[in-house]
């Protein structure tokens, strides 16, 4: 897991904000996904990320 900084809408301020502590898991679908918390107002913040596949 690398130390990418993500930037996803925070439903509770209404806007992007980085997110805090983000972590890359894996849902129980499959798919990739940063979990982290809202700088401000500490909110958890959910971005899903592009497949492995499609990277390479």
Same mark, same amino acid.
């Given at each position: 897991? /690398? %130390?990418?900084?993500? +930037? &996803?809408?925070?439903?509770? #301020?209404?806007?992007?904000?980085? =997110? %805090?502590?983000a972590e890359?898991? +894996?849902? &129980?679908?499959?798919?990739?996904?940063?979990?982290?918390? #809202?700088?401000? #107002?500490?909110? %958890? =913040?959910n971005l899903?990320?592009? /497949?492995? %596949?499609?990277?390479?």
């Amino acid at each position: 897991m /690398s %130390k990418e900084e993500y +930037t &996803a809408y925070c439903v509770k #301020c209404k806007t992007k904000r980085p =997110m %805090k502590d983000a972590e890359v898991v +894996t849902n &129980a679908q499959g798919r990739r996904q940063a979990k982290g918390e #809202c700088p401000v #107002c500490g909110t %958890k =913040m959910n971005l899903f990320l592009p /497949s492995e %596949k499609k990277k390479a």
